[in-house]
C-alpha cells in the first residue's frame, strides 16, 4: 500500500512537471472519481450474487434449526397420549401434497410456472 502511494505521488510529480499543476490536479481527479465509479459499480453488480448467497445460507441455517428441534421433540411426541399417529399424520399429509404439488399442471398464465422445474 505504501509502494503504491508512493507511486502514484511520483507520477504527479511528473504529471504536474510535464503539463503543469493545475491540468495534473484536474486529471488525477478525475481519474481518481473514474476508479471510485467503477468500484461503486462493482459493488453494485456484486451485491445479488451477495444477497442470494446470505439467504441460502440463511434457509440452510433454519432447515437445520428445524431438523434438530423436531428431533429435540421427537421422544415426547412418541411417549405421549397419540404416540406415532403424531407423527405419522402430518407426515403422510406433507408426502400427499408434495405428489399433488409433482403431478399438478401448471396454468399457462401462472407467472410462477417455470420456477417449480
Same mark, same amino acid.
Given at each position: 500500500?505504501?509502494?503504491?502511494?508512493?507511486?502514484?505521488?511520483?507520477?504527479?510529480?511528473?504529471? $504536474? &512537471?510535464?503539463?503543469?499543476?493545475?491540468?495534473?490536479?484536474?486529471?488525477?481527479?478525475?481519474?481518481?472519481?473514474?476508479?471510485? &465509479?467503477?468500484?461503486?459499480?462493482?459493488?453494485?453488480?456484486?451485491?445479488?450474487?451477495?444477497?442470494?448467497?446470505? $439467504?441460502?445460507?440463511?434457509?440452510?441455517?433454519?432447515?437445520?434449526?428445524?431438523?434438530?428441534? $423436531?428431533?429435540?421433540?421427537? %421422544?415426547?411426541?412418541?411417549? &405421549?397420549?397419540? &404416540?406415532?399417529?403424531?407423527?405419522?399424520?402430518?407426515?403422510?399429509?406433507?408426502?400427499?401434497?408434495?405428489?399433488?404439488?409433482?403431478?399438478?399442471? %401448471?396454468?399457462?398464465?401462472? %407467472?410462477?410456472?417455470?420456477?417449480?422445474?
Amino acid at each position: 500500500l505504501c509502494g503504491v502511494t508512493f507511486l502514484v505521488g511520483a507520477a504527479y510529480v511528473w504529471v $504536474a &512537471g510535464r503539463y503543469g499543476p493545475m491540468a495534473a490536479c484536474l486529471g488525477f481527479g478525475v481519474g481518481f472519481l473514474v476508479i471510485a &465509479g467503477l468500484l461503486l459499480l462493482f459493488h453494485q453488480l456484486s451485491a445479488g450474487a451477495r444477497a442470494r448467497r446470505r $439467504a441460502r445460507r440463511r434457509n440452510a441455517d433454519m432447515k437445520a434449526v428445524g431438523i434438530t428441534a $423436531a428431533l429435540a421433540v421427537l %421422544p415426547a411426541l412418541l411417549k &405421549g397420549k397419540g &404416540g406415532l399417529g403424531t407423527i405419522l399424520g402430518p407426515a403422510i399429509a406433507l408426502a400427499a401434497y408434495a405428489i399433488y404439488r409433482e403431478n399438478v399442471k %401448471p396454468d399457462a398464465d401462472d %407467472p410462477d410456472a417455470g420456477e417449480a422445474k
